[in-house]
């Protein structure tokens, strides 16, 4: 007797064709999947670290800002909050960097004892018992991490003139501009009724307020985002448009200097 199901022949050319199509489009979605949840999680933590790279750029200059002017004696001659002698070969050391470009800002005072036990600048360098510092904190490139835009410090010793230790400290990565304004007192009233930029100030010894404004980006060399003309504005120096595929922020702050008018 014949076998009345015959035999089976296997798939033919089409339904062949078909499978491989269908598998295809599967690990094709399944690709794009992985790779915009990796792109998705990059661009995350590049949000992250531009975030708290703003945040710690403002705690260490609005701490540092804080000690402008001190002094442990106080029947000495408080100095003025800020440092204007020379730096780098600069006639002034706290300058107005001019439009968009970045200030300097150098912050005169006596260190006192750390919770380490030393006395040190902003670099970690020591600092003889009773004498002033000043830390200057400004952006650079950072040429030991791809030459990417930096917050530095560098201490400074007023009264020689001369830079304290061997070297600038990096401080925070991704920090590409920094702007600074001076709160002005109005004729010995206490309170502030303006800001200016540091060339404009005449007398040091009547800012009350510093603001502090920073552009921050996330540090790395890796960006995730489309190739587009971003404008930034900070303090009112004008109008900053960079394009590129990076993203940044701007913080800003309003820090009370606690040994002005002293």
């Known amino acids: 007797m014949k076998n009345k199901h015959g035999r089976q022949n296997g ?19 399944a690709l794009q999947i992985m790779l915009g949840g990796s792109k998705s999680s990059k661009t995350s933590e590049h949000t992250a670290y531009a975030l708290e790279h703003g945040r710690q750029s403002l705690r260490i200059l609005s701490q540092s800002i804080r000690r402008a002017g001190y002094r442990s004696q106080p029947n000495l001659i408080a100095p003025e909050p800020f440092y204007t002698g020379q730096c780098e070969g600069e006639s002034t050391c706290t300058k107005d960097g001019g439009g968009i470009n970045s200030d300097r800002l150098a912050i005169q005072y006596e260190p006192t004892v750390d919770s380490l036990g030393s006395i040190v600048d902003c670099t970690g360098t020591k600092v003889p018992i009773g004498e002033l510092t000043a830390d200057v904190y400004f952006v650079a490139p950072d040429p030991s991490n791809h030459n990417i835009n930096t917050l530095f410090c560098r201490g400074y010793d007023p009264i020689n003139e001369v830079a304290r230790g061997s070297r600038s400290e990096a401080l925070i990565p991704g920090v590409e501009r920094i702007q600074v304004l001076y709160g002005l007192e109005a004729s010995g009233s ?43 504005n900070l303090l009112y120096s004008g109008d900053l448009t960079l394009k590129d595929k990076s993203l940044r922020y701007i913080f800003s702050t309003a820090t009370r200097i606690n040994n002005s008018g002293i």
């Open 190 to 232: 206490g309170f502030v009724n303006r800001y200016i930029t540091a060339d404009d100030v005449t007398d040091w010894r009547q800012i009350q307020v510093v603001r502090v404004a920073v552009l921050v980006g996330a540090g790395v060399r890796t960006p995730q985002y489309g190739l587009k003309s971003r404008t930034y």
């Open 11 to 29: 798939f033919n050319l089409i339904e062949v064709m078909v499978t491989m199509t269908i598998g295809l489009l599967i690990t094709v979605s």
